[in-house]
């Protein structure tokens, strides 16, 4: 889902830019307001964790495989402003030492993955948290927000590639189909991989599903009393 | 799986390789290097014809010629990206309407090549090519560390490029902690196994990954307090623009005019 340059117009990526930067400050900020900045090393550590296991893969349907994103058990573990900054410590790296992503299409592969991959997975998991309050409630969540999380993801990488029509040349609904078919199987994949990672926390250490979140304030309240 | 690990650590020791020659763009600014580079794939992006994209290329491949990196080595590394995109390319010279220069099939089912198709084409696979290059070549002639100081100085807020140097050095240690545990459990997996079995297994090794990356964490996080680690990472690293840098930047600009003026001006003749 790494978009590299040459592939999005100007204007398109201007404006995933000037969408993902506020997103940035409000993370930063949160950060300063649950986590101090001499934890920074912690959180390093953890996101090296994640580049790491990025390279896992694991099978999916017809025979080929993928790769998990991270985004959604970020989100659920250390919260979505943590996650997104997560993220975008990840793809910077992957951008500028793996050559997965661009410069100039950066912020457009931070608004996919590292908001909509991550704010998506929170939110459902938050949902299914409220709803049905115990431990089916957690892995329906988990499985349903990694999959959705995935697809929008995808679906918004359609859109940006679609809507440039100066540099892409197919259409958005071509765009779009084709990132979220690909897209949902890949989702299932993550979705089922990210439930039994909760399920596997739950069992061994389910103090690391209490660490504190950093998420928007409106969001920080609720949610997680129940485990 | 154990070969997509091998072989980024490979191109993670290249890059570092390459970065300590002494080459011509080695001894360039990193951050006048940021600069005209950025600028070089903002050029590609909003070109549209075919010579201002070969120009560039040609001008990359050059650069890395003179910045001691093999040609083969590169031209390998970029066109390796490119095989997915000339992938995306490939349906182009089909759907695209327009006069057609070959035929195949016979009565109604006919597919046609279209000259405009394959001009799309080739247009799409070049732009991206002169995209990419100058980043592979950017990452491979500058030392880790001397680009994130130039992201500060760029301005990038200190939490990331802190995050961004400390995320770095742990890379290796959990590549290769990861490395061990799938190397361990394929040597003891005697049969192929089922899909729900070997996702089972990836889920517990990336639970216990993040346990264990978890207490490392607080571990690292300790003994960095302990030797008195405030917050800030320092560099004794002071980075001077001198007059060859000045020469490449203003080399870099004068090319990225010349360059758009051949796109707008219509000289080229394609």
Redesign the interface.
């Known amino acids: 889902m790494h978009i590299?340059?040459?592939?999005?117009?100007?204007s398109i990526c201007a404006m995933m830019y000037l969408l993902v930067i506020p997103l940035?400050i409000f993370a930063?900020r949160g950060?300063k307001r649950v986590l101090?900045?001499?934890?920074?090393?912690?959180?390093?550590?953890?996101?090296?964790?994640f580049?790491?296991?990025q390279?896992?893969?694991?099978?999916i349907i017809g025979g080929t495989?993928a790769h998990?994103l991270g985004g959604p058990?970020l989100a659920i573990?250390l919260g979505p402003y943590a996650g997104l900054?997560s993220m975008?410590?990840?793809l910077?790296?992957q951008?500028?030492?793996?050559?997965d992503g661009?410069?100039?299409t950066f912020g457009a592969n931070a608004w996919n993955m590292g908001v909509v991959g991550v704010f998506v997975p929170y939110l459902m998991f938050l949902l299914f948290m409220k709803v049905m309050k115990n431990r089916n409630g957690m892995m329906v969540g988990a499985f349903l927000g990694a999959l959705l999380g995935d697809v929008f993801a995808a679906i918004f990488a359609g859109l940006e590639l679609g809507l440039s029509v100066?540099?892409?040349?197919y259409s958005v609904q071509i765009a779009i189909t084709a990132m979220g078919v690909h897209h949902f199987f890949i989702g299932l994949?993550e979705g089922?991989?990210t439930a039994?990672?909760i399920?596997?926390?739950l069992r061994?250490?389910a103090d690391?599903l209490k660490l504190p979140r950093v998420a928007p304030l409106w969001l920080s309240s609720i949610g997680f009393e129940e485990l | 799986?154990l070969s997509?690990?091998l072989k980024?650590s490979k191109?993670?020791v290249y890059?570092e390789r390459f970065s300590l020659s002494n080459g011509f763009l080695q001894s360039i600014d990193p951050r006048v290097k940021v600069f005209s580079f950025?600028a070089f794939?903002?050029v590609?992006?909003?070109s549209?014809s075919i010579l201002p994209l070969i120009t560039l290329v040609t001008m990359t491949f050059i650069f890395s010629i003179a910045s001691k990196i093999p040609l083969r080595f590169f031209t390998l590394?970029t066109a390796f990206?490119l095989i997915f995109?000339a992938l995306i390319?490939l349906p182009?010279p089909f759907v695209?309407p327009g006069s057609p220069i070959a035929t195949i099939g016979n009565n109604g089912y006919l597919i046609s090549i279209t000259s405009e198709g394959l001009f799309?084409?080739l247009q799409?696979v070049l732009?991206?090519?002169?995209?990419?290059t100058p980043?592979?070549l950017?990452?491979l002639t500058t030392r880790?560390s001397s680009?994130i100081h130039s992201l500060e100085r760029f301005r990038v807020?200190r939490?990331?490029t802190?995050?961004?140097s400390?995320?770095?050095?742990?890379?290796f240690?959990?590549?290769d902690?990861?490395y061990r545990m799938?190397l361990a459990r394929e040597s003891r997996t005697v049969r192929g196994e089922s899909?729900l079995r070997?996702?089972?297994a990836?889920?517990?090794?990336?639970?216990?990954?993040?346990?264990?990356?978890?207490e490392?964490?607080?571990r690292?996080?300790l003994a960095?307090?302990a030797r008195g680690?405030?917050?800030?990472i320092r560099s004794i690293t002071r980075m001077s623009i001198n007059g060859r840098d000045m020469i490449f930047g203003f080399f870099a600009i004068a090319m990225c005019m010349m360059i758009i003026s051949l796109e707008y001006l219509h000289i080229g003749v394609v």
């Open positions: 590299p340059d040459g592939f999005l117009d100007l940035w930063l950060m101090s900045d001499k934890q920074v090393p912690f959180m390093a550590t953890l996101t090296a964790m580049f790491a296991a390279m896992m893969n694991y099978p495989t998990l058990i573990t900054i975008t410590i990840i910077l790296i951008a500028f030492f793996f050559g661009g410069v100039i100066f540099t892409f040349p994949g089922i991989v039994m990672i399920l596997f926390l061994q250490r690391l | 799986m997509s690990f980024a191109e993670i890059n950025t794939i903002l590609a992006i909003v549209k590394r990206a995109v390319a182009l695209t799309k084409a799409f732009r991206v090519w002169a995209c990419i980043l592979i950017l990452t880790f680009l807020p939490v990331f802190n995050m961004m400390v995320t770095y050095r742990f890379i240690l959990f590549i902690e990861a799938i899909c070997a996702t089972k990836l889920a517990s090794m990336m639970s216990t990954l993040f346990i264990r990356s978890y490392r964490g607080e690292v996080y960095m307090m680690y405030e917050g800030n």
